[in-house]
């Protein structure tokens, strides 16, 4: 399976608010649910308005467009890394997902990805 590392970095946050800069910046995922309003976007993006905020991460895209029946995508490449001690936080869309990491694990986890078959 090929894999795409998006250049940059890239934040978690919980913000008070977003407005349509922000909303319509490139690789900007927004969560709003009845207790929080989440932002993962890149780190020179990020809103003054942050409540809760980590930082460091670098995201990763399943380079294919994903059916919904797929089975145990995500699944495969978390057990290779929760193996060695590695989390993700993941983002599905409607085509594919994507994964963060933090940069410190970065390159044990693409080192392991690839040991394990996948392709950047």
């Not at 934040?11 to 909303?23: E, G, H, M, S």
């Not at 207790?35 to 670098?58: D, W």
């Not at 986890?109 to 040991?115: A, G, N």
């Amino acid at each position: 399976m090929k894999l795409k590392i998006i250049d940059g970095f890239f934040a978690v946050c919980k913000v008070t608010a977003l407005d349509a800069t922000q909303i319509q910046q490139e690789f900007t995922f927004i969560a709003n649910t009845d207790e929080e309003l989440s932002l993962v976007c890149r780190e020179q993006s990020l809103p003054s308005n942050t409540t809760s905020l980590e930082k460091g991460y670098r995201l990763i895209r399943i380079d294919d467009v994903l059916d919904f029946s797929l089975v145990g995508i995500l699944a495969k490449i978390s057990g290779i890394l929760a193996s060695h001690n590695i989390s993700i936080f993941v983002i599905s869309t409607f085509n594919t997902d994507y994964f963060l990491i933090k940069n410190n694990q970065f390159d044990e986890t693409t080192r392991l990805l690839k040991i394990n078959g996948y392709h950047f």
